[in-house]
């Protein structure tokens, strides 16, 4: 009887706890049991154990095996656990040195050929090594090391096959350490082929968009069809400060806890735009095996949201948490998963079910347009820290030459202001907490009660009325005022002003 433990990890969250493979070869009746919590792609890996080591040209050992995933009381799966399981049995039936098992962690699906296929959530996995004292190196599919290697301090093997491992381990064929192809501090900025020097017009909703860029601010644009919501939406990100190393990281791992991770987007904030048939689980994440949502996915980035009242209400419902921790916690009966989701909200919507509220060509009768504008809850709209209206641009002003700035110009703008908030506090001016208010948003006397009047009048919650201090900030930093006036907080209570009365379109 032999006994081999191979150390692994498992997923739960973004966190990668480890995990304990431990194979036992005994005597008694030929069998093959894995025990540890496994869901039914875990307990397969029996079969594609078997017939990987039998094509690889190893015995797979006709004895009473026992397979435990430790500790017991966290769920196991995909087929991660396949590697680790193949070279643990080939260790307990004395078909390899288990002398230098300790040295390596080790994750990777197998073929019935032997060969290694990529898995999901290698990153997260790596990033968990990597604050491991204990895990000095870790072996991954061929096709997932690109990734892995992202974590540039820790030692990434790839393998494409169970016999390259077991070579490496044997010492007879060395695996090479992986290392990036591209430096890890070379980081882009995000929406580069997109630029605000095409958006003809609408200077109010640019001065909008760079208050929300400098401060990581939400916001809600309301207009008629075709007025340039999504046009401007799409540009937000060509005029975000880039992201630092530690937060690309964080991004990248989301992207790839649902296999979707690209190397080609490494170091860019994410733009997400999901439609408006989403489901609740599609957009804040769920699943038997709790997976990110959407508002995970654009963590440090943006997720736009068009035809917002087009949205299930639930869904809408599930971004109030997010909005305000930036965190997502998913509960089901056997483990509780969080998922990151600081992201900034950017929203879309018309006035009225036609999009034309204020035009004569508008028929929507006040019981429609009503229920329509119903469809986003006050407290989400509460949470949301701009909401503008947007009118068409003149056929006339759409002919013209440009005018006004290109992205890099507002995105100098944008960086200093962030850097400014970095400095002062270390974050932007969006999560600061309510008790943190009276220390950066500090208003004079004059400004107290500008604000304390529009509250008053516009019956704002005690939310509203610290989102306009935030806001005020915010302005205030991009002027490199030290001081917040009057005149920042009368801008920032004009992005909150009533948005469904209706307005006259420009006549074109």
Not at 81 to 92: N, Q, R, S
Not at 170 to 195: C, K, S, Y
Not at 251 to 272: K, M, V, Y
Not at 296 to 316: M, Y
Request: net charge positive; proline share 7%; with cysteine.
């Amino acid at each position: 009887m032999a006994i081999a433990v191979v150390r692994s990890r498992g997923l739960d969250g973004l966190s990668a706890p480890p995990v304990e493979v431990e194979v036992h070869v005994g005597n008694g009746l030929p069998a093959f049991h894995i025990v540890g919590l496994p869901e039914a792609a875990v307990r397969e890996s029996r079969e594609r154990v078997r017939a990987a080591l039998t094509h690889s040209g190893f015995e797979f050992p006709n004895r009473r095996i026992a397979v435990n995933l430790a500790p017991a009381d966290l769920p196991k799966e995909s087929g991660r656990f396949d590697l680790p399981i193949a070279v643990g049995l080939l260790a307990a039936s004395g078909q390899l040195s288990p002398q230098r098992l300790p040295e390596f962690e080790m994750i990777g699906e197998l073929s019935l050929t032997g060969a290694l296929r990529p898995v999901r959530g290698v990153l997260a996995m790596a990033l968990a090594c990597r604050g491991d004292a204990r895990s000095p190196a870790l072996i991954v599919p061929a096709g997932n090391a690109a990734e892995a290697a992202l974590v540039g301090d820790l030692a990434i093997h790839g393998a494409s096959n169970v016999a390259q491992v077991c070579a490496h381990l044997a010492g007879d064929d060395v695996l090479p350490r992986v290392t990036l192809a591209r430096p890890a501090n070379q980081l882009v900025r995000a929406g580069a082929g997109e630029d605000f020097a095409d958006v003809r017009g609408h200077g109010a909703a640019k001065r909008a968009l760079e208050i929300a860029a400098a401060g990581a601010h939400s916001m809600l644009m309301v207009g008629p069809p075709g007025a340039g919501k999504s046009m401007l939406a799409s540009r937000l990100p060509s005029i975000l400060p880039p992201l630092d190393e530690e937060t690309a990281l964080e991004t990248a791992a989301i992207a790839g806890l649902r296999g979707c991770f690209d190397p080609r987007a490494w170091g860019t904030r994410p733009f997400r735009a999901p439609h408006h048939s989403a489901s609740a689980a599609a957009l804040v994440g769920g699943g038997a095996h709790p997976r990110p949502g959407e508002a995970s996915l654009a963590h440090h980035g943006v997720l736009f949201l068009d035809e917002l009242p087009e949205f299930n209400r639930a869904a809408l419902e599930g971004l109030r948490e997010p909005l305000e921790t930036g965190r997502i916690a998913i509960a089901r009966a056997l483990q509780r998963s969080e998922f990151p989701a600081r992201f900034q909200l950017i929203a879309a919507m018309n006035p009225c079910p036609c999009g034309h509220l204020g035009a004569s060509r508008c028929r929507c009768t006040p019981d429609q347009i009503l229920r329509y504008q119903r469809r986003i809850s006050g407290p989400l709209l509460d949470r949301i820290d701009l909401q503008i209206q947007l009118l068409p641009v003149p056929h006339r002003t759409l002919g013209a030459a440009v005018d006004g700035e290109s992205s890099a110009v507002i995105a100098l703008r944008v960086g200093a202001a962030h850097q400014l908030q970095i400095a002062r506090q270390g974050k932007p001016n969006a999560e600061l907490a309510a008790a943190e208010l009276d220390r950066y948003c500090r208003l004079p006397p004059a400004a107290a009660t500008l604000l304390e009047r529009a509250a008053t009048r516009l019956h704002w919650s005690s939310r509203s009325a610290h989102r306009v201090r935030k806001l005020a900030r915010t302005i205030a930093d991009l002027a490199g005022d030290e001081l917040i006036c009057s005149a920042h907080v009368a801008e920032a209570i004009g992005y909150r002003r009533a948005l469904f009365a209706p307005v006259a379109t420009t006549s074109v």
